[in-house]
């Protein structure tokens, strides 16, 4: 049985007792990880269990590069969705989170030369020369999730303001890297990029909120 199955079984096993709850309520949020909604609930005075999901639509940047000799378009698609444990030591709306996310958080570029290059007495033109193609996602889908806070959903106010600063263990991302056309092999130095990726283990996750107890 997946990873992916476990965790999605447990999300829904644990839902409907959210709704059931006598504390509980809605907020949303947007931050690094996109726009998000979650339902939060108190499992003890001091111990809240948080359920939800954070979303970006793919966003698609094209420019220039190399003084207008290489153009590119970037994509990027953020999704996550996880549950979180917010233990609060004080009385103090200052919170110590951790859960797991469910990680399908993606990005893409295509870079191709704009200009014709001439060696000896042969031009290459563009459509000629190809095309380089990088993918990038997350070394493991299943991320934990470390970090701070600040408010409590469930806490006295009816209205709060939510501030969450922690980060996704990623475990290196990994890079795909292909080519087309004459500049092709360029995509074998795929291997020596990953070796530089390889140092990244954390997705900073920054996030604000807006909660209403029901």
């Given at each position: ?65 190399i003084d207008g000799d290489v153009a590119y378009d970037l994509k990027a698609k953020l999704l996550s969705i996880g549950g979180v444990l917010d233990l609060y030591p004080f009385k103090k709306g200052f919170r110590l989170s951790g859960g797991v996310y469910y990680n399908l958080n993606k990005a893409e570029g295509t870079g191709r030369p704009t200009r014709s290059y001439s060696v000896g007495s042969t031009t290459y033109g563009p459509d000629r ?86």
């Amino acid at each position: 049985m997946s990873k992916r199955f476990l965790l999605l079984a447990t999300l829904l096993a644990l839902f409907p007792s959210l709704i059931l709850a006598q504390n509980f309520a809605l907020s949303a949020r947007v931050g690094t990880l996109g726009v998000g909604g979650e339902i939060t609930t108190s499992l003890t005075p001091r111990l809240n269990l948080r359920l939800g999901g954070h979303y970006f639509p793919t966003y698609t940047f094209s420019g220039t590069a190399i003084d207008g000799d290489v153009a590119y378009d970037l994509k990027a698609k953020l999704l996550s969705i996880g549950g979180v444990l917010d233990l609060y030591p004080f009385k103090k709306g200052f919170r110590l989170s951790g859960g797991v996310y469910y990680n399908l958080n993606k990005a893409e570029g295509t870079g191709r030369p704009t200009r014709s290059y001439s060696v000896g007495s042969t031009t290459y033109g563009p459509d000629r020369l190809g095309s380089l193609t990088a993918s990038l996602e997350a070394g493991q889908q299943l991320s934990p999730y470390a970090g701070i806070g600040w408010g409590n959903a469930v806490g006295k106010s009816r209205v709060s303001f939510l501030i969450d600063i922690g980060a996704l263990y990623i475990d290196r991302p990994v890079l795909e890297f292909t080519g087309e056309g004459l500049i092709a092999p360029t995509a074998e130095q795929g291997p020596q990029i990953q070796e530089d990726l390889d140092q990244i283990r954390f997705y900073p996750v920054v996030a604000l909120g807006l909660a209403i107890r029901l």
